[in-house]
């Protein structure tokens, strides 16, 4: 009688998995790449792409942004209300007495408006008011 070696089919069953392993990324997520130099999307086949690459002297970070974590490219700066750049995307402060201005996602501030004549620029609670 012949003897059959079942270990070469055994070896086979057990390397071949019955199910694929799941895909490293959902597909249309985004991520900071990296290092974090570009933004990256989620292709439809699960495989990380490069969406947007980051201006000089920006980094992606990830930002709060409608509940949930959200990549953007990001200058980094001071945020002590002087000149130059700033690190909070939203965060508003007084432009002087007379002005407001806010920190866009380029890391630089930009000015939302003047304070009507006989008022200027307040801090109330964190949040810049003209009074």
């Not at 990380?48 to 000089?56: A, V």
């Not at 990549?71 to 130059?84: D, E, R």
Request: aromatic share 8%; glycine share 16%.
């Amino acid at each position: 009688m012949r003897t059959i070696n079942l270990l070469p089919f055994a070896l086979l069953a057990l390397s071949s998995p019955t199910t694929p392993p799941p895909p490293p990324c959902t597909y249309g997520a985004y991520r900071c790449a990296t290092p974090p130099t570009s933004i990256q999307v989620c292709d439809y086949y699960g495989k990380w792409q490069r969406d947007w690459t980051c201006q000089p002297g920006t980094t992606c970070q990830l930002l709060a942004s409608g509940g949930g974590m959200i990549p953007y490219c990001v200058a980094g700066g001071s945020n002590t209300g002087g000149g130059g750049g700033c690190t909070t995307p939203g965060k508003m402060e007084c432009m002087g007495t007379a002005a407001i201005r806010v920190c866009n996602v380029q890391g630089a501030y930009e000015k939302v408006g003047d304070c009507p004549a006989g008022t200027g620029c307040r801090i109330m609670y964190g949040v810049p008011y003209c009074m």
